[in-house]
């Protein structure tokens, strides 16, 4: 198998899983005790994800970190979506405007969804995603909103 291949197929399982145990959280009525585990998972995982020299570099100099972390998360944002469909604007040094369109895991789930007969919208992903990112942008000083579109999604970060 090509490493192309291995990649599809490991994100269509990845991505069936999450659509089915969504369905199944939203059957049982918990989708927001699932999503407030999940912002709790992703906090205490923080140290590891940026860790405690951000703070720092964010005192030192504000907008080369925020400038390196926007870098950083569409570098991240590749894994899920090829390069071509993410436009990210530099509004200033503390703001940035990232847009997603034809957006893969949109796709890939309404796909994915309709081929196991799952009835859930696929943004339910996108929501989730959104959520537990604004968390984790906060406790950086980063507002972070995020606004659904048809197939896709623009993410506004503005250094406080």
Known sequence: ?????????????????????????????????????????????????????????????PGRTFKQTVDRSMYMQQVYQPLSSIEVIRVSDRESVTRIKNCNIIRRLRDLAKKAGLDIDPKFYCEAESLVAKEMANEFGVDLTHQLEEDGCTITAKLK
């Open 1 to 61: 198998m090509s490493p192309e291949e291995k990649y599809d197929k490991l994100l269509d399982d990845y991505l069936l899983s999450c659509a089915t145990g969504y369905a199944l959280h939203k059957e049982l009525g918990v989708v927001d005790k699932c999503l407030d585990l999940s912002v709790k998972a992703h906090k205490k995982m923080l140290p590891s994800y940026m860790g405690p020299v951000f703070k720092l570099m964010k005192m030192v100099a």
